[in-house]
């Protein structure tokens, strides 16, 4: 579609070539409704008559609109599938994680260091306390703390061997 | 070494010797480059709508609602790089088994000190057990490998077709022909209101000019010439030429803010398409993977990595524009 300008002289011959655009631009099939944008912008910039160049380029706004519409649309058409997807691959990293995890024996590793720290922990109590304390219960509890650590140890050695 | 133990450390070796990790880094690799391009196309997209709209405030809907889509589209590509990286995280397992278990044989020995006993875990058992443990550990790893490829293979390749109609959407409607045009009516608006330029005042001023010379060729034509016209013509012409001259300037400076965003406009389009081709290729990479882990033969590393490089240089060159 190529237009020869100069030969559009009167009103009524410019807003009959207006007519010819905006009707284009209603049948045109998706692909060609750039080509129409095309001409109607060249249009809206050869044309004199202000109201004629004003219809011009709200034609060509309408027809970005109109796309814009579509594609958004379409965007948020399939936005829940995505989101459900990424549901399905964010249960299969925590998986692959937790196993890589275990594969490393970190939860074993954290479970042993754990276990090493609350017995430190609870011998200097002890030795804070003292063997003639006026608190003989509570060296009993650290007794007791002490000894289901040392099951515990014994576990993951068992665990680990 | 006790026999017992030597047995059990040839037997595992044995069965190792059928579970190769597989390479995981094309995939990975692959999925980093496609983040940068979706990335990229919501900066630029994003860019492009919010000066529609900064322009004209029919427009400011469709920016926000892109701008909502694709965060959704940048949350997935976020897990699909955790997806990645927890493959190459099991991977990493599969291969440091021996340091796992000779840590964890630290730790053993650590708190037996602590309990008041003398380390039970003598060095020659924890390295038995790290080289038994290395073996475990790659047998585990490649199966948790090989379930979680097949658990996502679905999605990915679902994901792969929903971008790949993402970026068509894009191509074609966000960022079409007709939203190209909007762009210029701006430009073509904004030179008529600061600078009252059109093609029309143009062709105005060229078609009086083209009158006034006529007019003057009459003039010198006459019997005798009519040297007063003439003079009066051509001091006219004298004011029109440079108005002609200036309009033309104007409106060549108004054409390059056209080639401008024509530019922009067609870079976007290469890499909207260098987009779509690369999660094709991506979805392909991982249907590799996966069909490899299935029939239990190892992935053909070679094809990946050509793919990935394939893949790298097409959004390179799309970049690049």
């Given at each position: 579609m190529s237009t020869d300008w100069s030969q559009l002289k009167s009103f009524e011959d410019w807003s009959g070539k207006l007519r010819e655009l905006l009707d284009s631009g209603a049948k045109a099939a998706e692909a060609a409704r750039g080509d129409v944008a095309d001409e109607l912008l060249e249009y809206a910039d050869e044309v004199s008559f202000g109201d004629l160049k004003r219809r011009a380029r709200e034609a060509v706004k309408d027809l970005a609109l109109a796309d814009l519409q579509a594609g958004t649309a379409s965007l948020r058409s399939r936005s829940q599938d995505l989101a459900s997807q990424q549901q399905l691959i964010q249960e299969v990293t925590a998986q692959a994680n937790k196993d890589a995890k275990s594969i490393k024996l970190e939860n074993l590793n954290q479970l042993a260091k754990s276990a090493t720290d609350a017995i430190t922990s609870l011998k200097e109590a002890k030795a804070a306390i003292g063997n003639g304390s006026d608190l003989p219960a509570l060296a009993t509890k650290i007794d007791k703390g002490l000894s289901s650590l040392e099951s515990l140890r014994q576990s993951l050695e068992k665990l680990t061997s | 070494m006790r026999s017992t133990a030597r047995l059990f450390l040839i037997a595992a070796l044995s069965i190792s010797a059928g579970c190769a990790l597989p390479d995981l880094k094309p995939f990975a690799e692959a999925t980093r480059e496609l983040r940068e391009s979706v990335r990229q196309t919501q900066h630029r997209v994003q860019a492009d709508l919010d000066a529609l709209a900064k322009q004209d405030a029919q427009f400011k809907p469709y920016a926000g609602d892109f701008a909502e889509a694709w965060r959704v589209r940048l949350d997935l590509l976020d897990a699909l790089l955790d997806y990645s990286a927890s493959l190459a995280a099991l991977s990493d397992a599969g291969q440091s088994g021996k340091a796992a278990a000779a840590e964890l044989g630290d730790s053993l020995n650590q708190l037996a000190d602590a309990a008041g006993?003398?380390?039970?875990?003598?060095k020659a058992a924890i390295d038995v057990g790290g080289i038994v443990y290395n073996v475990i550990a790659s047998v585990r790893a490649a199966g948790s490998i090989k379930d979680a490829v097949l658990a996502a293979d679905p999605a990915i390749q679902d994901i792969a077709a929903n971008l790949d109609k993402d970026f068509e959407a894009i191509s074609k409607?966000?960022?079409?022909r007709t939203v190209l045009d909007a762009a210029k009516v701006f430009i073509q608006e904004r030179y008529e209101k600061e600078r009252g330029i059109n093609k029309a005042y143009r062709s105005a001023l060229v078609k009086r000019l083209q009158a006034l010379q006529e007019e003057l060729v009459q003039a010198q034509n006459a019997s005798p010439p009519n040297n007063s016209s003439m003079s009066a013509l051509l001091s006219v012409i004298a004011q029109i030429e440079p108005r002609i001259q200036a309009a033309n300037e104007q409106l060549d400076a108004r054409a390059r803010e056209y080639e401008a965003v024509e530019r922009n406009w067609e870079a976007g389009q290469a890499l909207f398409a260098g987009a779509r081709k690369g999660f094709r290729r991506w979805a392909a990479i991982h249907r590799q993977l996966a069909t490899g882990l299935q029939s239990g033969s190892p992935p053909n590393v070679a094809l990946l990595v050509g793919t990935v490089q394939d893949l790298k240089a097409i959004l390179d060159e799309a970049r690049k524009k």
């Open positions: - | 006993q003398a380390g039970i875990l003598a409607k966000i960022e079409s």
